[in-house]
């Protein structure tokens, strides 16, 4: 019997995998570089980013940034200012590739919904009726700060995917938690929560994981978490694949994000930015990380580790395919990814009964503008964002079409005020 039943299992995961993305009945051209005027937008207007770039860098705000501005499907700004190494010998380029962190997050949630458009679970179920090891999970009640000990009393519900993917489970952060007991707490148990040279995978991490103490009761609140690491070893669950090699399939590849690696092959090193601090005297020195990561992570280690919520290195003209997507609706150069309506779905507020108000608001995979947000001048209603760790970021703009990158990589209170000002210089280059 068991002979009949495994290959039956292996074709059932082959054929769900072979699904994950289509051809499609439209076909919009892959994301390519055009003149400014002819998407409606003012190259002269454009040219206020250089300006502000240069300020930046000589008034020691950054040493160095690559930014984007697409529109309509065209790049119509890609320029790279400063340097890629704290000796300043080696002079930024487009194709630099970033520790872009955080915005990883966006991505695992994109092959969360992928699965979940093959019918392979519901989005309220609880996880562990796939990782078992979060059933029972409780919430944090006394804390001794003598030894990080503590205990819980029971959660009143059970987390879900949903939960994960809204950062609304109640799981902590570790070392960037707002709650020093959290981080004490991850700490003593070996959490990683960034990024690891050990040789451990994501789901032993994530198994140990299970068994920590809740902020509060999944679903009452927002608080930012590891739940998109969680949805990473998830991922491997459902589809049967490892989590590095379902991103390689069906989103890297389709969306042609060649550039896109948890850990760079050797001919992509020499494009990795150095991440940068400012010593005491204000110069530029590079940053090596914490006692509880290595800045070296993307090239160095055991390269066992693909972190959901923070693992990923791009370029801004990768990362910006991945948003064209989006703002296509679900698809890209014929392939769909998703469906239009999962999108629309995905860029709903899902945590207003939350917050108790319509802004912020988080949808499925980014953070979305309400329409209260329009006031504020950073896009209009359903304008989409987010940003990673080493100090990247970026917003697409659906009703416009517009799509806005900046790159850079530095830790530290540096006082860089170069991610507000890009945006309003990009957008305010519309002119049509």
Known sequence: MKYYLLPAFLLYIFTMSAYAQTGSVIQTPPLTKGSPAEVGM??????????????????????????????????????AFGSADASESLPLQNDNIFRIASQTKAITSTAVMMLWEQ???????????????????????????????????????????????????????????????????????????????????????????ADMPLHHNPGERFTYSLGLDVLGYFIEVVSGQPFDEYLREHIFDPLTMDDTWFYLPNSYQDRLVDVQT??????????????????????????????????????AEDYAKFLQMYLNG?????????????????????????TGTS???YGLAFGVNSEDAFVSGTGSEGTFQWGGYFNTSYWAEPDEQLIGIIMKQTRGDIGDQTSWKFRVLARQAIDD
């Not at 980013?49 to 697409?70: C, K, S, T």
């Not at 959290?182 to 990024?195: H, N």
């Not at 769909?336 to 507020?349: E, G, K, Q």
């Open 42 to 79: 003012s190259e002269e207007r454009l040219s206020l980013i250089d300006e502000m770039a240069a300020d930046a860098i000589n008034g020691g705000q950054v040493p160095g940034l690559v930014a984007l501005v697409a529109r309509n499907g065209k790049i119509v700004y890609h320029k």
């Open 119 to 209: 019918a392979q679970f519901r989005l309220d179920e609880p996880i562990s009726n796939y990782i078992p090891e979060f059933a029972g999970a409780g919430v944090l009640d006394t804390f001794n700060e003598g030894d990080s000990s503590y205990t819980t009393v029971p959660a009143d519900e059970a987390i879900t995917i949903r939960h994960l993917l809204t950062h609304t489970s109640g799981i902590g952060y570790g070392i960037i938690d707002g709650d020093d007991r959290m981080r004490k707490i991850y700490q003593k148990a070996g959490i990683v929560d960034l990024y690891t040279l050990d040789d451990i995978t994501i789901e032993e991490n994530i198994k140990k994981l």
């Open 278 to 315: 400012q010593d005491v005297a204000g110069a530029w020195i590079t940053y090596a990380g914490t006692d509880y990561y290595d800045a070296s992570y993307p090239v160095n280690g055991a390269q066992t580790f693909f972190s959901g919520g923070a693992g990923l290195s791009s370029t």
């Open 330 to 354: 679900g698809e890209y150069n014929g392939t769909r990814l998703l469906s239009r309506t999962t999108v629309d779905f995905m860029m709903a507020n899902q945590i207003d009964h939350i």
């Open 359 to 361: 802004d912020p608001s």
